[in-house]
């Protein structure tokens, strides 16, 4: 397993933005896809965007589309979440999670096989 860590979380005011990132810590490794999930208090893991390396293509959940963008390096295995038009139901904490190869659904957290520690993004009204 890689251990990938997440930075650039934190407080942020309604309509606010922040960038997260997530890159391997360690041994370096290659991936099929990368992709970012969240948790709120008393809620299950949710998606929130994947990006596949080879092609580049993204999926996003409704929730957040058109506010966030994920984009990434492949030559380091690092992603990012731009996260625009913040929203106080935005506050969670968010996991990096890699899949190094297709395994199923793109939402479903059980198909990536390595998670970051979590990050904790609190926006405010």
């Known amino acids: 397993q890689v251990s990938l860590v997440e930075s650039g979380g934190g407080l942020v005011q309604a309509g606010g933005s922040l960038r997260l990132s997530c890159a391997p810590s360690?041994?370096?490794?290659?991936?099929?896809?990368m992709g970012w999930f969240r948790q709120a208090p008393g809620k299950e893991r949710e998606f929130v965007a994947r990006?596949?390396?080879?092609?580049?293509?993204?999926e996003y959940a409704d929730s957040i589309k058109g506010r966030f963008t994920i984009s990434g390096d492949i030559a380091k295995n690092t992603v990012y979440l731009q996260m625009n038009s913040l929203k106080p139901e935005d506050t969670a904490v968010y996991y990096c999670a890699a899949a190094s190869r297709y395994l199923g659904a793109y939402y479903y957290p059980g198909n990536y096989g390595d998670w970051g520690q979590g990050i904790q993004v609190t926006v405010s009204s």
């Open positions: 990006i596949i390396w080879s092609t580049g293509s993204a």
């Open positions: 360690g041994r370096t490794f290659s991936s099929y896809a």
